[in-house]
Nanobody
Framework: QVQLVESGGGLVQAGGSLSLSCAAS????????MGWFRQAPGKEREFVGC???????FYADSVKGRFTISRDNAKNTVYLQMNSLKPEDTAVYYC?????????????????WGQGTQVTVSS
């Protein structure tokens, strides 16, 4: 069982930055691929980006160049740095763990999910 806890959400003005963290339990964090997803009100959950256990990252086109995912295996933590935020980035952000380390953009590939953290970007 893996428990994931996100933190760092909040309210920010358009153009601003926020950094999210996701702390994972367990001793095999370094073997997981980790993903970030988001869900805006009335919309389906969508892929934001992911990071493989080796550190390679992949991003949705909508956030490419603005968001950066990183991981610190010593701290069992994955990060999402969000810059140049837009009102359309407003959503609940979730981190997820993929124990098979596929690093997919499909949410069904992920095995464990955090509770989510709200990010609100005002115009």
């Amino acid at each position: 069982q893996v428990q994931l806890v996100e933190s760092g959400g909040g309210l920010v003005q358009a153009g601003g930055s926020l950094s999210l963290s996701c702390a994972a339990s367990g001793r095999t964090f370094s073997s997981y691929a980790m993903g970030w997803f988001r869900q805006a009100p009335g919309k389906e959950r969508e892929f934001v980006g992911c990071i493989r256990r080796g550190g390679n990252t992949f991003y949705a086109d909508s956030v490419k160049g603005r968001f950066t995912i990183s991981r610190d295996n010593a701290k069992n933590t994955v990060y999402l740095q969000m810059n140049s935020l837009k009102p359309e980035d407003t959503a609940v952000y979730y981190c997820a763990a993929d124990i098979s380390a596929i690093a997919s953009s499909y949410d069904w590939e992920y095995d464990y999910w955090g509770q989510g953290t709200q990010v609100t970007v005002s115009s």
